[in-house]
């Protein structure tokens, strides 16, 4: 059973950093890519980062240049650096994975930013960014 839990959020002033982590288990976590995804009150949830089983990264416009996704196999963990930090970017963020081994190729690099990609979830961790 894929079970993914998120850590790391908090409350920051604009202008300040956080790192969030999320750990995976139950099963081979360097086969499959995994994302970040946020959700701010009143809003649909959102594309934020992912990165591919071989570590390519994707990125939101929105947080492009700010945040960095990174995952570390060996920890089983995938991070997201968040830096130059702004009101607009509370929510509560959530990790998620997909079902695919190995996910490559054109098609499959399309639909990465998707929320329908990803058939495992976190259960969120808020960031609050204060003025």
């Known amino acids: 059973q894929v079970q993914l839990v998120e850590s790391g959020g908090g409350l920051v002033q604009a202008g300040g950093s956080l790192r969030l982590s999320c750990a995976a288990s139950?099963?081979?976590?360097?086969?499959?890519?995994m994302g970040w995804f946020r959700q701010a009150p009143g809003k649909e949830r959102e594309f934020v980062a992912a990165?591919?089983?071989?570590?390519?990264?994707y990125y939101a416009d929105s947080v492009k240049g700010r945040f960095t996704i990174s995952r570390d196999n060996a920890k089983n963990t995938v991070y997201l650096q968040m830096n130059s930090l702004t009101p607009e970017d509370t929510a509560v963020y959530f990790c998620?994975?997909?079902?695919?081994?190995?996910?490559?190729?054109?098609?499959?690099?399309?639909?990465?930013?998707?929320?329908?990609?990803?058939?495992?979830w976190g259960q969120g961790t808020q960031v609050t960014v204060s003025s």
């Open positions: 998620a994975t997909d079902d695919t081994v190995k996910g490559s190729g054109g098609y499959y690099y399309s639909r990465i930013k998707l929320q329908g990609t990803y058939n495992y």
């Open positions: 139950g099963r081979t976590f360097s086969n499959y890519a």
């Open positions: 990165i591919s089983w071989s570590a390519i990264t």
